[in-house]
């Protein structure tokens, strides 16, 4: 290819936005001509590779922005630790047809289940699959919009947790709320409400969050909103945490 015509693709490329290509156009070239390639298979080669890079590069962007303490996929779960948790269910949620119908998702049960771990595999899903993310404890969530309501500011800090298509509210119930806490979350949960999906992960059962908002008429108004189009799955199970622990302690004892 004469060096004048690879000099102007390269410049139209990168008109174009697409850096990839104005990167690799020789490789591309060498490629055709090794595979004997016609025009159409070229031209798709280029697109499609194009196209791939991009959305590797909104997925990583995707992931930057979202705040997931890690990126553990649901290859790394292991269903057998949790032989009472139905795989196909959490298989059903990773389909992301709740993602799409903006619906929610919440997992319950004690600690160490997977809880934190299943919704942040879902994220990833999602992030994959284009969605944009936010992942939040719900202490940290309040505390911060809290600190933006004292500096009035709430509005905009509101905007973090209603932007994302998907919001992740890790650990609901740890800490009880006061009512004006509570009052903030339930702004959250009523304004995503139909809009956009929430996962969220909690040790307390539903008839147990009139304690954790600390006004049972607001808990329910929370849980009106959340469980319309939700769906639950409760973890009941061992703590993975504790699984080599506690077999560290029954070698140590069997020993003794
Ligand atoms: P929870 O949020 O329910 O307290 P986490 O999701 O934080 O629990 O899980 C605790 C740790 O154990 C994490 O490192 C997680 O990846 C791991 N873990 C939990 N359950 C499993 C499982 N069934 N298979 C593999 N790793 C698991
Ligand atoms: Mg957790």
Known sequence: MSELVSTRIRNTAGKLGLPHLTETISEYIRR???????YLDFLDLVLSE???????????????????????????????FQPDLDPRKVKDLATLSFVEAKANAALLGPPGVGKTHIAVALAVAACRAGYSIYFTSLDDMVRHLKAAEAAGRLTSKLGTYLRPSV??????????????EANLVFQVISKRYEKGSIILTSNKTFSE????????????????????????????G?????????KAIERETEVA
């Open 32 to 38: 055709a001509d090794e595979g004997k390639l016609g």
């Open 167 to 180: 919001l992740v509210v890790d650990e609901v119930g740890y800490q009880p709320l006061e009512r004006a």
């Open 209 to 236: 969050w009139g304690q954790v908002f600390g006004d049972e008429v607001l808990a329910t108004a929370i849980l009106d909103r959340l469980l319309h189009h939700c769906e639950v799955i409760c973890i009941n």
């Open 238 to 246: 061992p703590s993975y945490r504790l699984k080599n622990r506690l």
């Open 50 to 80: 194009e196209l791939a890079v991009r959305d590797d590069r909104r997925f990583r962007q995707g992931l930057r922005l979202s705040r997931l303490p890690h990126h553990k996929t649901l290859d790394e779960y292991d269903f057998s």
